[in-house]
């Protein structure tokens, strides 16, 4: 892999997660003192100028902190809403390949966090465009939007490195 293709982590100065840079932009960022290197990558890419040869990071944090217009709602995405279940269908338990509708959209239901929820192939099935009542299911716990700036992160990136997982915590 060349070093153009990584992309960093940029967290700001109190290490919440900010966004996803390109490594070039990463790199210029370190340079210019406006950020430092949290983390190096892994692969230990270096990223060559004609002057000089610098260390492509896998996650920065900027040295002064910037303030970040507070959007209420996360939006909604498949990854994320797989992250909020775990990945696990909320009637089963087994793992999740889809998504369902509680309320399904053939009866009114929204694609909302509200109304969404990681669910297996079988139990999709199964349940159509049926209500739970319907067919005596329950919901063991009701699906809420997460909250917090790192799952806007996770929201908005659909490949997260795993280097990055320590960062994203809540
Ligand atoms: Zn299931």
Same mark, same amino acid.
Do not use: F
């Given at each position: 892999?060349?070093?153009?293709? $990584?992309? %960093?982590?940029?967290?700001?100065?109190?290490?919440?997660?900010? /966004? &996803?840079?390109?490594?070039?932009?990463?790199?210029? !960022?370190?340079?210019?003192?406006?950020?430092? /290197? %949290?983390?190096?990558?892994?692969?230990?890419?270096?990223?060559?100028?004609? $002057?000089?040869?610098?260390?492509?990071? *896998? %996650?920065?944090? !900027?040295?002064?902190?910037?303030?970040?217009?507070?959007?209420? $709602?996360?939006?909604?995405?498949?990854?994320?809403?797989?992250?909020?279940?775990?990945?696990?269908?909320?009637?089963?338990?087994?793992?999740?390949? /889809?998504?369902?509708? &509680? &309320?399904?959209?053939?009866?009114?239901?929204?694609? /909302?966090?509200?109304?969404?929820?990681?669910?297996?192939?079988?139990?999709?099935? =199964?349940? @159509?465009?049926?209500?739970?009542?319907?067919?005596?299911?329950? !919901?063991? =716990?009701?699906?809420? @939007?997460?909250?917090?700036?790192?799952?806007?992160?996770?929201?908005?990136? *659909?490949?997260?490195?795993?280097?990055?997982? $320590?960062? !994203?915590?809540?």
């Amino acid at each position: 892999m060349t070093w153009q293709c $990584q992309r %960093v982590l940029l967290l700001n100065a109190t290490y919440e997660p900010l /966004t &996803v840079v390109s490594a070039r932009r990463a790199v210029v !960022l370190t340079i210019s003192e406006r950020a430092e /290197t %949290v983390h190096e990558d892994d692969d230990h890419l270096v990223a060559h100028s004609e $002057q000089l040869a610098v260390a492509v990071p *896998s %996650v920065i944090r !900027l040295r002064h902190y910037v303030r970040v217009p507070y959007r209420a $709602q996360v939006p909604m995405t498949r990854a994320a809403l797989m992250r909020r279940d775990c990945a696990r269908c909320v009637y089963c338990g087994d793992r999740a390949t /889809t998504i369902d509708h &509680v &309320v399904p959209r053939s009866r009114g239901g929204a694609n /909302t966090w509200e109304n969404c929820v990681a669910c297996c192939a079988p139990c999709n099935r =199964r349940k @159509a465009d049926r209500l739970l009542h319907e067919i005596g299911w329950v !919901l063991h =716990r009701l699906p809420t @939007a997460p909250k917090g700036r790192h799952w806007r992160l996770l929201a908005a990136v *659909s490949d997260i490195d795993p280097v990055w997982e $320590q960062y !994203l915590a809540a």
